[in-house]
Nanobody, 121 residues
Framework: QVQLVESGGGLVQAGGSLRLSCAASGRTFYGVGWFRQAPGKEREFVAAWRWRDSFTYYADSVKGRFTISGDNAKNTVYLQMGSLKPEDTAVYFC????????????????WGQGTQVTVSS
């Protein structure tokens, strides 16, 4: 059974940092993407990681502040978030693609349950 489990969310002040984890099990994935969804807004792409060459891909809104990385031994992908802003407040989801990583959530059939990140001003 395919399973993606996020952890690490919480409440942080603006300018602070958090690290999210996404542990995958059940099969080997090409990569992992992180997405987020704020209340009343559509789900948006944050970052993606490709296992075979450690390729990374970021949304412009987080570039330079967030870092995605992977631990092959643990089959876990991390999202290190720094210089957090109130507009980063959202539920963060990790997801695995069917074929390749990109910024379209429709290409990711496997999703975790999400973890809440709240950034106070």
């Amino acid at each position: 059974q395919v399973q993606l489990v996020e952890s690490g969310g919480g409440l942080v002040q603006a300018g602070g940092s958090l690290r999210l984890s996404c542990a995958a099990s059940g099969r080997t994935f090409y990569g992992v993407g992180w997405f987020r969804q704020a209340p009343g807004k559509e789900r948006e792409f944050v970052a993606a990681w490709r296992w075979r060459d450690s390729f990374t891909y970021y949304a412009d809104s987080v570039k330079g502040r967030f870092t995605i990385s992977g631990d092959n031994a643990k089959n876990t992908v991390y999202l290190q978030m720094g210089s957090l802003k109130p507009e980063d407040t959202a539920v963060y989801f990790c997801a695995a693609p069917r074929y390749y990583i990109d910024n379209n959530p429709a290409n990711y059939p496997y999703w975790g349950q999400g973890t809440q990140v709240t950034v106070s001003s």
